[in-house]
C-alpha cells in the first residue's frame, strides 16, 4: 500500500510540474505541444445519435509502439487526452497504455473517456495503468452518460448501455488515484431531462458529487465525429450550463476550477459571445487522427501531415502550421468553446480567462438577483 503523505506530496509535485510546464506558453510557442489529444480509434460498439465517427472509413491505426515512438519526441508533453471511437475496442489497449507510460516520463495529467460498455476490461486497464503510473501523474477517467436509463439506452443506439455505465463508474471509483467523472453531451434529445439524469446518477453511483459531473455541448466536426450533417441535434445549454454552475457551488481543486471557469465561459458562448479567450490549438496543443494524421484540434478539419510520412517535430515547425496557426488566431477555423479546446485555452491564457471569467460571472450574479 503506497504511503498516502508521499502520494499526496507526488500529487503536488506533478501539479507544479503541469503549471510551471504550461506557463511558458503565455510568452511563447514551446518547441514541442505540451498537451496532445490523441484519438486511438475511429471503431465504436455503440451508434449513438450525434457523433459517426464509425461509420467514417479509415486506414491501419497506428501501433502501440508507433504511439510510443510520436510521444515520446515531445520532451514537453505533460498532458495526453487518449479518445475515441472507444478506446476499449483495441484489442491492444494495454499494450498502448504501456507504451504511453515509458514514452512520457514527464506527465502530469493523463485523461482518457469511454462509453463503459466492457466494464470488466475497462477497470482492469484501469487498475493496470494506475499501477504503472507515477504516484504524481493525475489518473482522470470520464465515462459518458446521456441521460437517465432509457434516454441514454436511445441516444447511445443500444440496449443496456446506460446499466453498463453507471457500473462501470461505480467500479472504476473503488480504485484508488482514479478521478472519475460523468460526462454528458447536451444535445436536443436530453437537455430537457438534466434534472432527471442528475437523480438517475445519484440513485445508481453513491457518492457522486456534482463537482464530478462535466457537461459538453454537442460540437459538430468532419475529420472526429463525422457529423456535419446532424446540426439540427444541437441545442442551446446556456440555461442548463447555468443551473450545473449554480449547483456545482464555489471549487475546491483546481480541477474544479476549470470547469467552473469553462462552464461560465461556456454560458456567454452559446448566447452568441465570443469566447474572448485565445485559442491554444497549434500554440501548444496537437490533435493526432488514429491513422497518424496530424490536425490543429478535433474540430478543425484541416490537415497538416501524417506522423508516418513526417517527422512529428518537423511537422511542429512547419510552414503549414505556422499558416493554420495564423489562421485560428484570425478565428479562420470558425471559433469554437467545446472542452477540449477551452481547458487548454484557459491554461494558456490565464489573464484573458479571468479578465472572461470575472465579468460573466458578475453578469450570472445579477441575473439571480
Known amino acids: 500500500m503506497p504511503n498516502p503523505a508521499l502520494v499526496r506530496s507526488s500529487r503536488w509535485l506533478g501539479r507544479a510540474r503541469l503549471v510551471a510546464t504550461l506557463a511558458q506558453t503565455w510568452w511563447r510557442r514551446p518547441a514541442t505541444p505540451t498537451r496532445v489529444v490523441l484519438d486511438l480509434t475511429r471503431r465504436c460498439n455503440l451508434r449513438c ?17 508507433e504511439i510510443g515512438a510520436v510521444l515520446g519526441r515531445f520532451d514537453q508533453l505533460c498532458w495526453l ?27 502530469a495529467v493523463l485523461h482518457f473517456q469511454t462509453n463503459g ?48 455505465a453507471v457500473e462501470t463508474a461505480r467500479r472504476l471509483r473503488e480504485i484508488a488515484g482514479v478521478d472519475v467523472h460523468v460526462g454528458t453531451t447536451l444535445t436536443q434529445r436530453n437537455c430537457e431531462a438534466v434534472e432527471q439524469t442528475w437523480l438517475a446518477l445519484t440513485a445508481d453511483i453513491p457518492g457522486l458529487s456534482r463537482a464530478r459531473w462535466h457537461f459538453n455541448a454537442m460540437q459538430l466536426s468532419g475529420h472526429f465525429y463525422d457529423n456535419a450533417a446532424l446540426g439540427g441535434l444541437r441545442a442551446a445549454v446556456a440555461e442548463p450550463v447555468a443551473g450545473q ?14 470547469e467552473s471557469v469553462y462552464l461560465i465561459n461556456l454560458a456567454f458562448v452559446q448566447r452568441g459571445e465570443p469566447s474572448g479567450i485565445p485559442c491554444q490549438a497549434l500554440r501548444s496543443t496537437m490533435f493526432v487522427s488514429p491513422e497518424g ?27 503549414a502550421v505556422a499558416e493554420a496557426r495564423r489562421d485560428i488566431e484570425k478565428l479562420a477555423c470558425g471559433g469554437c468553446f467545446s472542452a477540449c479546446e477551452a481547458y487548454p485555452a484557459i491554461a494558456g491564457a490565464p489573464i484573458e480567462a479571468l479578465r472572461a471569467t470575472t465579468r460573466r460571472a458578475w453578469t450570472l450574479l445579477r441575473e439571480r438577483d
Open 49 to 65: 445519435a450525434m457523433c459517426r465517427t464509425w461509420a467514417r472509413p479509415g486506414r491501419e491505426e497506428l501501433t502501440a509502439t
Open 81 to 107: 487526452d487518449l479518445t475515441g471511437g472507444e478506446p476499449f475496442v483495441r484489442s491492444d489497449l494495454g499494450e498502448v497504455f504501456a507504451a504511453v507510460v515509458d514514452a512520457v516520463p514527464g506527465l
Open 117 to 164: 460498455w466492457f466494464v470488466d476490461r475497462v477497470v482492469e486497464h484501469t487498475r493496470r495503468l494506475r499501477a504503472r503510473l507515477d504516484a504524481g501523474v493525475e489518473l482522470i477517467v470520464t465515462v459518458s452518460i446521456d441521460g437517465p436509463p432509457q434516454v441514454h439506452d436511445e441516444i447511445r443506439g443500444r440496449a443496456g448501455s446506460y446499466a453498463r
Open 245 to 258: 454552475l449554480r449547483a456545482r457551488g464555489l471549487p475546491h481543486s483546481m480541477t474544479e476550477l476549470m
Open 293 to 319: 494524421d496530424v490536425y490543429p484540434c478535433h474540430l478543425y478539419d484541416r490537415p497538416l501531415g501524417n506522423v508516418r510520412e513526417h517527422d512529428v517535430i518537423e511537422l511542429w515547425h512547419s510552414a
